[in-house]
């Protein structure tokens, strides 16, 4: 692993640039590729009105949300804030916003800076919320949204903005010293909160405390937050559904015929009740140097620390309609099947009832340091540089499962599913009785999940005359990414649950025996370690050095008497890779090693067209990409030297790469008020799919020949069957977006904006299409805050709305279904304050009030996989500055 490293590159920059810096000049500002200016505000309309400015002056599409005041952002979860900006739609992991997408596009197409610098931050979630995140999305919910001041969503690109994203580049800054109005601030807020489910309290609280000098050439800020959270998530499940397992009893079929039709339908492969308790403990500390020694320079230290501590317990009690022989064993006493296939509720005896505990801890570490430095030249030469380095660590070093079954259970079970929920009846069965189950198997599944970037950059800007600026600039990236996982998995039988410890867990009315996973992997760590092996596919690493060079020009003149900025610019990017992981070879792991080299070239646009002081056309159009992600890139899988096959990721995939075109129109019809409508296109070359091609060289693998044995009849020299990932056909991303904003009768103001995608994107092959929508894509997305404000009071309701979207590839969908989605959200929050004085402010906030559920369904029938609850959370604070 690397960590805070100096490559040559980075010293060579800091070697010309540092000296530099110790001359005068005039006042130099940092490049807009990276740190921008933040003005901090004192209320709600200001941060909209400094927001609007920020959009307005600038060259591409870019909207921004702002703090209110020093440490008091307008959200609690920063994806949930982000999620206010037209064309941001976000996903949730116990109740709280975990990952965004842009425009239709994905976290995975999505690039995050923070203060400038990129990162990935990697959390863990229970396996129907994506688990832990193994790819390049970027979890929200590490970080406390106290921690920044600013969040900018860039959705047009810039030569001077670094690679690496089809859909946005989001920039998260945390505060400036010398923006600060007063020469000391301290700032302290103190909240409790409540959910309404889970019936549990948890502090909140966070701090910010910072000065200047007099001459405001040197400004110092610390911020740190803590927050604990228990949310209670709830509800029904059924994993799959399934027609593809024969029902052999039914006596409440008349006849063979109607068995038959039966076993056309679609049934629940395991219906259940989950209980899930999450714990959550979130801190956070930024700190911040600044300097100015002349007018002429600055530079900026930053550092960054979080720390997300949870534990989870998910409890289910279900009936296993799928495995084994169940279903050719159990006796279907009652059913009812819908129209569309459907076996909305099926009653049965001689099941076999399964109960599972399973306990995680999670821990994400996330640390930045960085420094940059800038300074004018000469009057018209500027220059920055930046170095810096990240690192996420995410460790889950307990996933323990407990697994105790009652077998050949003979009284009636019924579950009951439709399209409007789903309840289970296990009839006079005692569920909460331990004699009744036997303990069957111990799941252990530790494993961890680090990435880490070092970057740094070097820009120079030069003023040609009064209209025209020329930039250029060098950057370097070195990220690596590592993931582990290891299983143990020892069954058992004869031993009655009864010596198990354990207790009673309850839900919707039904009580069953729950075993603590604690004691049993105390009592049989022996077995546990006995059965501990690597789990193949998750042994990997990938390493990539991307070396960056890019030329702008900029301008700011007029045609036809109407004022026009703009750029015009190319980025010249090389990336260098190095997958590792491990493949079975005869059923031996073997370490596996590939590298892969390409370059991309990325012209891009920009031009604004002030019509009159109030209207902006803008038109923005470029070449972007997106790097393949990190589970792809995998060289690991098999090789078979006896049958000629081979499947594998492919270490040697190209990037996503796409064309992007963007066309605006802004009216600020006044200060604070703007109606805006923009059209987007991206035309994508190509999107990576799995495909198997026959007779393949081994060369064309890219795997080493020292891999292969000398037995066997397959080897470098013959033709193979290679499985593998592939850069296959592309397809089309449109639509648009409309934005309104306005205040009334000088306290009350609405913010709404609407978005349209529409995708089409090959799953399949050239030969075998398989054309849907973009995974994560939903077609329509909409948000409206109403709000009040005096100088007292201050009250905002807002509501966010995304559509239907593609949980999983169609290609990947199982069990005879046509495809997995999530179900759309409508989610309300109410959030209200009161000053007291120049120095106390009271607030109440009210989170998911219509506590909206979490519906994953699958096929077009709409069969339900989850229906989870959270809760409404509430907060009643205080905040305190002087």
Known sequence: ???????????????????????????????????????????????????????RDAVGSKDSILAEDIADFPDLNLAESLQRIPGVAITRD????????????????????????????????????????????????????????????????????DEGSLGATVDLNTGRPLDMADDFTFAANMQYGYNSQSEEANPRTSFLVGGKNEAETFGWMASYSYSDRNILEQGFSTVRWTASEQIVNCSACADDAE?????????PRIPRYGKFSHEQERQGFTGTLQFRPTDRTEILVDYLTSNFDATREEEFVSVSLKDGTNYKEYDVTDYTMDGNGTITSMTVENYDLRVEHRFDELETKFDQFSIRASHDFTDRLRGDVLWGASESNFSNPMQTTAIVDAINVQNSFTYNSTTSGGSIDF?????????????????????????????????????????MTLKGGVSQKSFEFDVEEMRAGPKFSGISASELQGGSTSMGGITWFSPDVDSTLASYAGEVAASMAPRAQDIRNVKEDSTGYYLQLGWNTEVAGMPLRGNVGVRQVTTEVESNGLTDLGGEFVAVRATNEYDDTLPSLNLALDVNEDMVVRFSASDVMARPGLGNLTPGGKIDQFNGTISYGNPKLDPFRARAYDVSYEWYFNDDAVFAAAYFYKDIDSFITRQTDSGLSWAETGLDASLLRDEGTYDETTAWDVTRDVNGEGGELSGIELQYQQMFFDNYGLLLNYTYVDSEMNYGTTDEPMYDVLTGMSKNTYNATVFYENEDFSARVSYAKRSDYLTQSPAAVRNGNDKEYTEGTANIDFVASYNLNDNWKLSFEGINLTNEPNRQMIDTAGRIVVDHTTGRQYYVGAQYKF
């Open 259 to 267: 068995l038959a039709a039966l076993n056309e339908g679609f049934f």
């Open 427 to 467: 009839a006079d069965f005692d569920t909460s009785n331990p004699a009744n189950y036997q303990f069957v198997e111990l799941r252990h599944r530790p494993n961890s999940v680090d990435n880490t970037f070092d970057t740094a950059a070097f820009n120079l800007e030069f003023d040609l005359n009064d209209t």
């Open 1 to 55: 692993m690397k960590t805070f490293e100096l490559k040559p590159l980075t010293l060579a920059m800091a070697m010309i640039a540092v000296p530099a810096f110790a001359q005068e000049s005039t006042p130099s500002t940092l490049s807009d590729a990276g740190l921008e200016e933040i003005t901090v505000t004192g209320s709600y309309r200001d941060s909209l009105t400094n927001a609007l400015n920020q959009k």
């Open 94 to 161: 116990a109740g709280e916003g975990r990952n965004i997408s842009v425009r239709g596009l994905g976290a995975q197409f999505t690039r995050v800076r923070i203060n400038g610098m990129e990162a990935i931050s990697t959390t863990g979630g229970a396996d129907s919320s994506g688990g832990a995140n193994r790819d390049r999305s970027f979890d929200f919910n590490t970080f406390a949204s106290e921690l920044f001041s600013n969040l900018t969503v860039h959705k047009t690109t810039a030569s001077e903005l």
